[in-house]
């Protein structure tokens, strides 16, 4: 048995969990709304203030998807309540990064700022100069939008410039050394 997919799923006050035909599940909470469709094979259960998940037999597939139904539910569950935050820092010589309205405009060392449109859903704000604070209540859009701002100029190993998340760290390389 899957131990992921058999915990019950608790909610929280103010939060609604609707179960429509073919699996689409609309998350309701005070800080939004979340709409998904999940896999049509398992059995979602509201009982209560809590969701259960059950799968049909134990196939390799159902056995996969049981969990991951089980865990896309948790995310939508706490991200109506909670929210989602990933932070980024930028590190380097002349690296910035702006806010201008619904713009966040980077500074990477490029001959051009590099300008990113906030996706809809998500809102990004800037700490000092250096920490960039995405925020949303879907997880997977947070992390995706964090990734492509990572991605604009990614962490070199040599000297550690670049954008690189708080919590990760880049593995150092020692550069050349000189001929004796």
Do not use: C, W
């Not at 390799?60 to 309540?81: A, E, I, Q, W, Y």
């Not at 929210?83 to 713009?103: M, P, S, T």
Request: a positive charge; proline letters at 5%; aromatic letters at 4%.
């Amino acid at each position: 048995m899957s131990r992921i997919g058999k915990m019950p799923i608790a909610i929280p006050a103010g939060v609604t969990v609707e179960v429509a035909e073919n699996n689409n599940v609309t998350v309701k909470g005070p800080k939004g709304t979340l709409t998904r469709a999940l896999a049509p094979e398992m059995e979602i259960k509201v009982e209560g203030a809590e969701v259960t998940v059950s799968r049909p037999n134990d196939l390799k597939r159902m056995k996969s998807l049981h969990g991951l139904t089980r865990t896309l539910l948790n995310n939508m569950v706490v991200g109506v309540t909670n929210g989602y935050e990933k932070k980024l820092e930028v590190n380097g010589v002349g690296y910035r990064a702006a806010k201008q309205g619904k713009k966040l405009v980077l500074s990477l060392g490029y001959s051009h700022p590099v300008e990113m449109e906030d996706p809809e859903g998500i809102e990004t704000a800037v700490d000092g100069q250096n920490l960039i604070i995405v925020k949303g209540i879907d997880k997977e859009k947070v992390g995706q939008f964090a990734a492509e701002i990572r991605g604009k100029r990614g962490p070199e190993p040599y000297k550690g410039k670049g954008i690189k998340y708080v919590e990760e760290t880049i593995r150092r390389k020692v550069g050349k050394t000189g001929k004796k």
